[in-house]
Each structure stands twice: as structure tokens, then as C-alpha cells.
């Protein structure tokens, strides 16, 4: 089965500078990636997801870039702000086969002020 | 729209015993995934329900079990509670394919004495 890596397991970075997350994935026909931010004691919500089909992906501070080859994706976070700090979750699935998802094992993000 | 809810929120059982935890997915949504999160393993798929049928199961053992009923409302059953049960069980809906949005519930915290 599909199994996805992710690191750092967790990043500490000063308010304004930027934030790299990287995962890699081992099954080739995986084809779908989300991202999701995990707040302390909530639930994880969907933040950014990029298909296969797509080299990268943009939301204002957040951006997540896919490369099919190297079998990995990451997720950067421009100018960082305190509110962005959370354990953030890659996943990766096989689209229209329903949903199982495989997830990282999570960065702990701290941003400090 | 209200979220997806689950009950209970806490849960303390002993071994060996079994525990059935209940999901409620958003209105309209047909897919239903239950997840496992524990602080080293991250979240672990358990299985996807879609129109009461499972659809897909991750690599847990028989003892997990789940169901899904006529108005996408889920369970899942956990029978002869080991020590190593105890964790986070999230669920989560979506409309129906894997590149439609998952929401998550808030969890049920499941502690095995």
C-alpha cells in the first residue's frame, strides 16, 4: 500500500519568515494530495490540495508544488504569522476509487512572535 | 449547515470490553471515513462507508468493524479492547469522491484501562 513520509516532525520559525513542509509518497498511481492544519484540540480541516495533473497550487500565503516524478510535494507558507501555528497533515489517494487516504505522520509548526 | 458530530466525545472503557462510536456526516454528504489518531502514528485510515457499503478498509485488525446507515449516519465497533485502542477516532464526510472536500468531526477520545 501507499505509504507517505513527511518531515520535519517539527519546525519552529520567527513571524514573517517562511515555513517548508515536505512529504513523499511511495505509490505511483497516487494522484490526489490535500493538506490539513490541525489546530490544538480541533479537528483538521483541508487547507490546500493539489491532482496530479497540476505542478503547483496557490491560495495567497500558502502554495503546495507536486513533483510527479520525484514522487514527493511540499507545502510553503509565506510570511508566517502566530495564527499559523498548528500540526499540519499531508495525505495522498488514488482519485475516484473513494476515499482512503494515506496521511503523514504531521509537522508540528510553532511561529513565534 | 451543521458539521459533522460525533458521540460521545470521551469515552473510558477496560479491556476487553467493546465500544461502538457514532458518527453523524453533514446533510447530503454519502461518504463516511473513520480515522485513528494517535500521537506517534498520526492518522491511520480505518475505513470508508459510501451508500452503506464499505468502500475501502485500511490494514486494521477484524476487530474494528463499522456500518453505515440508510441516512449516512455511520458507527464504527471496536471489540475486545486492547491497551493500544486508546487514541483519537475521527470521522469524516464528504460528498462522495475523494477530491471533494472531507470534513472532519471533533472526535471521540477513547481511553482502554
Known amino acids: 500500500g501507499e505509504n507517505v513520509e513527511q518531515h520535519p516532525s517539527t519546525l519552529s520559525v520567527q513571524e514573517g519568515d517562511s515555513a517548508v513542509i515536505k512529504c513523499t509518497y511511495s505509490?505511483?498511481?497516487?494522484?490526489?494530495f490535500p493538506w490539513y492544519k490541525q489546530e490544538l484540540g480541533k479537528r483538521p480541516q483541508l487547507i490546500i490540495d493539489i491532482r496530479s495533473n497540476v505542478g503547483e497550487k496557490k491560495d495567497q500565503r500558502i502554495a503546495v508544488t507536486l513533483n510527479k516524478t520525484a514522487k514527493h510535494f511540499s507545502l510553503h507558507i509565506t510570511e508566517t504569522q502566530p495564527e499559523d501555528s498548528a500540526v499540519y497533515f499531508c495525505?495522498?489517494?488514488?482519485?475516484?476509487?473513494?476515499?482512503?487516504?494515506?496521511f503523514g505522520t504531521g509537522t508540528s509548526l510553532t511561529v513565534i512572535p | 449547515k451543521a458539521g459533522v458530530t460525533q458521540t460521545p466525545r470521551y469515552l473510558i472503557k477496560t479491556r476487553g470490553q467493546q465500544v461502538t462510536l457514532s458518527c453523524s456526516p453533514i446533510?447530503?454528504?454519502?461518504?463516511v471515513s473513520w480515522y485513528q489518531q494517535t500521537p506517534g502514528q498520526g492518522l491511520q485510515f480505518l475505513f470508508e462507508?459510501?451508500?452503506?457499503?464499505?468502500?475501502n478498509k485500511g490494514n486494521f485488525p477484524g476487530r474494528f468493524s463499522g456500518r453505515q446507515f440508510s441516512n449516512s449516519r455511520s458507527e464504527m465497533n471496536v471489540s475486545t479492547l486492547e491497551l493500544g485502542d486508546s487514541a483519537l477516532y475521527l470521522c469524516?464526510?464528504?460528498?462522495?469522491?475523494?477530491?471533494?472536500?472531507?470534513?472532519f468531526g471533533p472526535g471521540t477520545r477513547l481511553t482502554v484501562l
Open positions: 469524516a464526510s464528504s460528498l462522495a469522491s475523494s477530491t471533494d472536500t472531507q470534513y
Open positions: 462507508y459510501f451508500s452503506e457499503t464499505q468502500r
Open positions: 505509490d505511483s498511481a497516487s494522484n490526489y
Open positions: 446533510s447530503g454528504h454519502r461518504s
Open positions: 495525505a495522498a489517494s488514488i482519485q475516484f476509487t473513494g476515499n482512503q487516504f494515506y
